[in-house]
């Protein structure tokens, strides 16, 4: 009986031929499937640490934008305590501190990647410039001109990293 017993079971493990082929088919799809599900898997996570970098990227460069944009007011002002000095004072110490702090303040915006815009002189571009005020060329203190040219800077403007964050305001020929 018990040698019976163990023939059965022998006769149960024994797997035909084709079986085993049908088998090792179903395994192989599995394994298809599931190598391709991993795969995309793994590329959705690596596109998703790219956009990740890239909104991170954006974000710390908008916050040192809205920092700069605080503190250009500030060098804004100094410039123009600096061009009021009488000429008397030009050699005080105490303004030749603020001119270096000026400096100093322009050097920092510098490093950190703002360009003053031009303006004076030059033709007109909306990308770059906001027109305050248009004059008639016979009254412009330019000696001559075109009508588009920028005579007078209002405000400077500033581009960060290629993109305008504040733009030139001027007075341009009419």
């Known amino acids: 009986m ?23 088919k179903k395994c192989q799809k599995l394994k298809e499937e599931y190598l391709a599900g991993w795969q995309r898997a793994r590329a ?12 991170l990227r954006e974000v710390l460069e908008y916050g040192s934008q ?23 004072f030009k050699d005080n110490e105490w303004v030749k501190g603020i001119s270096q702090i000026r400096s100093q303040l322009q050097d920092f915006l510098r490093k950190e990647g703002v360009e003053e815009i031009k303006t004076i002189g030059k033709k007109f571009d909306p990308n770059f410039m906001e027109v305050i005020e248009e004059v008639n060329l016979a009254s412009a203190k330019a000696s001559a001109g075109e009508a588009g040219i920028v005579i007078e800077e209002i405000q ?3 581009i960060l990293n290629g993109r305008v964050i504040r733009p030139a305001r001027v007075k341009i020929i009419k």
């Open 66 to 88: 809205e920092l700069i944009l605080k503190i250009l007011p500030v060098l804004d002002n100094l410039e123009k305590a600096e061009a009021q000095v009488p000429l008397d």
């Open 2 to 24: 018990a040698e019976q017993k163990k023939e059965e079971e022998a006769n149960k493990k024994k797997i035909a031929p084709k079986e085993t082929e049908e088998k090792l």
């Open 44 to 55: 959705d996570f690596l596109n998703y640490k790219k956009e990740e970098m890239e909104r």
């Open 156 to 158: 400077k403007g500033y």
